[in-house]
């Protein structure tokens, strides 16, 4: 859901993606991240969320099941958390900076600051437990596009 929102007299774009039934999604997609549905917003395209759940230690080395089951050992602990990202492919020149916040729940890290030009992905690790935010089993994830830059900064021109 992308929402238009006014924070200090300015117009922002706030999205919010419910992943329902969080713990069956996070668990079938054990070692790679779960990626949103793509949105627009900001007047950005081809825009997407994801989200890397931590396991804790390096789990590279273990086969799909030994994941499944570190996963399911965290949840039982009681304790989750996680990376949520931001992932922007739509490009304006050598310079896409986009000022942003990022929530899982009512954690909110930012405002963050990145040239998507540079690299499409950014993000923040999320030290809170994600356990809390759930509501029905549903885990609310987002971004709030505070600014945007774009354009070259060939010639020296302000960047």
């Known amino acids: 859901v992308v929402l238009e929102k006014e924070v200090d007299g300015a117009e922002i774009a706030r999205v919010e993606w419910r992943i329902d ?3 069956a999604k996070l668990k079938d997609c054990v070692g790679r991240p779960l990626v949103s549905p793509q949105f627009q917003a900001a007047g950005l395209s081809e825009l997407r969320l994801m989200v890397f759940p931590s396991l804790g ?3 590279s ?3 799909m099941r030994e994941q ?6 965290r949840i039982a602990e009681g304790k989750f958390t996680g990376a949520l ?7 304006f020149g050598d310079r896409l900076t986009i000022r942003f ?3 899982v729940g009512d954690a909110v890290q930012g405002p963050l600051e990145h040239n998507f030009a540079e690299h499409i992905i950014h993000g923040a690790e999320f030290v809170a437990n994600w356990l809390d935010s759930l509501r ?7 971004a709030e596009v505070l600014s945007v830059q774009s354009g070259s900064c060939v010639g020296g021109g302000d960047q």
């Open 85 to 91: 990202k931001f992932k922007v492919v739509t490009t």
């Open 61 to 63: 080395g273990l086969s």
């Open 101 to 103: 916040n990022l929530f």
């Open 136 to 142: 029905s089993g549903s885990l609310v994830v987002g």
């Open 57 to 59: 230690l390096d789990i």
């Open 68 to 73: 499944k089951s570190r996963y399911e050992a």
């Open 21 to 23: 039934n969080v713990k």
